[in-house]
């Protein structure tokens, strides 16, 4: 999995970076954490299906986005080859894909996002401002998808830091974790909700907490830094 040298970062609050004087985050990812994991699978459902339509191939409608990016790459290698008689580098083809995902992903919550936010960690959020704790968005997903989500659903303000991942490359947690510890200082825990968030944040010994579908216990996160 390449890593590039520099992954862009925002913030809506200006932090500055601060590794002499490490200040105490608690992180958040997106995806089926911060919002609904039904999102990704309708986009991604969308996705498969157009392009099976395209390729005039039943077998592509079944893939998931969620799988490894050679599966992705290949889709968009064959509708290059089809309609434009090109082949493009992977990287040019991933970031293709994701630009057509970003714009089923944004159609889906800007027409209804009733049901998207996780309302417990909605109110964590909540809750962690009133003890001004600072709260970080750092997530895979890339970054041309995250900003403008989080400004459609209105909880841009609610992050002090958002660290996405680049439009043409899949990078793992850990990395994107690592880059915000070197940058931002250090992490009270970090929510999430699949294995992947688990052992990036076990690697690392940052406390994970991984979401409960059912509820969301944050009252011992409240602890300002």
Known sequence: MRRPNNIRSAAAH????????PVDFVGFDFDGTLISSDVNVEASRRWFAYFSEVLNDPSVAVLSFDAHADAVIDVMRRVNSKCRGSEPSPERLLAEAREHYRSIFLEIISNNNQGIINIGVGRALVALQKEGVR??????????IVEPALAILSLREDFSVVLAGPQHLMLDKKFLLERFLKEYGALLCYVGDSDED???CASLSIPFIRLDKDSFRFSFLLRAP
């Open 198 to 200: 688990e052992r990036a």
């Open 14 to 21: 200006k932090v500055e970076p601060c590794a002499q004087n």
């Open 135 to 144: 709260t970080a968005l750092i997530s895979t997903t890339p970054e041309r």
